[in-house]
C-alpha cells in the first residue's frame, strides 16, 4: 500500500518559516520523481516545486529564491523549506511522487496559513 504523509504544516506569520516533510512508503522511493504542489482556496492546483530522482531540482517562479525541495533517500522523505512566507502562500500543499512506468501518488494535504 503507497502512502505519502504529509506534516509541517501551520499557522506562520508573514516574514516567516515553514518545512514541511513528505515521509513515503510502499514506493522504491529513491527512482521516482518527487514535487510539492500547493492549492489555495478557490483555485487549482499548481506545482510548486520538484526534485527528480537523480537530484535536479525545479521551482516557480513565486517559490525560487524562497523554497527550497530536497530529498534524502534514506529515510525515504521530501522536504519543503519555507522562508519569506506571505499571505499568498496560504494553501494545502501536497506531496506528490511520479513514475513515467509505477504511476502517480499523492498525499493527503497539509494545510499551511500564512497570516498575522
Not at 535536479?56 to 525515504?76: E, H, L, M, V
Not at 502562500?89 to 500564512?114: F, I
Amino acid at each position: 500500500q503507497v502512502q505519502l504523509v504529509e506534516s509541517g504544516g501551520g499557522l506562520v506569520q508573514p516574514g516567516g518559516s515553514l518545512r514541511l516533510s513528505c515521509a513515503a512508503s510502499g514506493i522504491i522511493f529513491r527512482i521516482y520523481n518527487m514535487g510539492w504542489y500547493r492549492q489555495a482556496p478557490g483555485k487549482q492546483r499548481e506545482l510548486v516545486a520538484s526534485i527528480t530522482s537523480g537530484g535536479k531540482t525545479n521551482y516557480t517562479d513565486s517559490a525560487k529564491g524562497r523554497f527550497t525541495i530536497s530529498r534524502d533517500n534514506a529515510k525515504n522523505t521530501v522536504y519543503l523549506q519555507m522562508n519569506s512566507l506571505e499571505p499568498e502562500d496560504t494553501a494545502v500543499y501536497y506531496c506528490n511522487a511520479k513514475h513515467m512506468l509505477y504511476g502517480t501518488w499523492w498525499g493527503q494535504g497539509t494545510l499551511v496559513t500564512v497570516s498575522s
